[in-house]
C-alpha cells in the first residue's frame, strides 16, 4: 500500500507540474547543421511585415531582433515555469497526509470501474 500511495503522490505532483506549466513545449538548442549566417536568415517576418516592401537589409534586421526577443522570451517562459513547479510542491507540502491523499483521489478522478457499472446495465435492455 506504501508503494501505491507514494506513486500516487509522485504522478499528483507531476500532475500539478503540468497543469502550473501550461503550453510550454522545449526546444532543441544544440541545432546542427545551422545556417552560418545565424538565426536571421531563418525564421518567419510578422504578420503583415512581408506586405511593406522590405529591403534584404531590414527583413535580415527583422528577423535578427524577432529572434533575439523570442530566445528572452523562451528563458522567462523556462523561469515562469520553474516558478510554477516550486509553487505546486510548496502548496503540496502544506497539506496534511489526508489532504494529500483526497487531493491525489480528486486529481485523479472517478474510479473507471464504478463509470463503467451503470452504463454496462443499460445496455443490456
Do not use: N, W
Not at 506513486?7 to 506549466?21: E, H, P
Not at 541545432?31 to 516592401?53: M, N, S, T, V
Not at 534586421?61 to 510548496?90: M, P, Q, S
Amino acid at each position: 500500500m506504501r508503494p501505491a500511495r507514494l506513486l500516487a503522490g509522485v504522478c499528483l505532483l507531476a500532475t500539478l507540474t503540468l497543469v502550473a506549466a501550461g503550453d510550454t513545449r522545449s526546444q532543441d538548442k544544440d541545432k546542427k547543421g545551422e545556417d552560418p549566417a545565424g538565426p536571421a536568415a531563418k525564421g518567419q517576418l510578422p504578420k503583415h511585415f512581408d506586405k511593406l516592401g522590405l529591403t534584404d537589409a531590414q527583413r535580415a534586421e527583422v528577423l535578427r531582433v524577432t529572434a533575439d526577443y523570442k530566445e528572452k522570451k523562451d528563458k522567462l517562459l523556462e523561469e515562469i515555469r520553474k516558478l510554477d513547479e516550486e509553487a505546486a510542491r510548496k502548496r503540496v507540502a502544506v497539506l496534511t497526509d489526508e489532504q494529500r491523499k483526497k487531493l491525489i483521489d480528486l486529481v485523479a478522478g472517478p474510479d473507471p470501474k464504478a463509470k463503467a457499472g451503470p452504463k454496462a446495465k443499460g445496455k443490456d435492455k
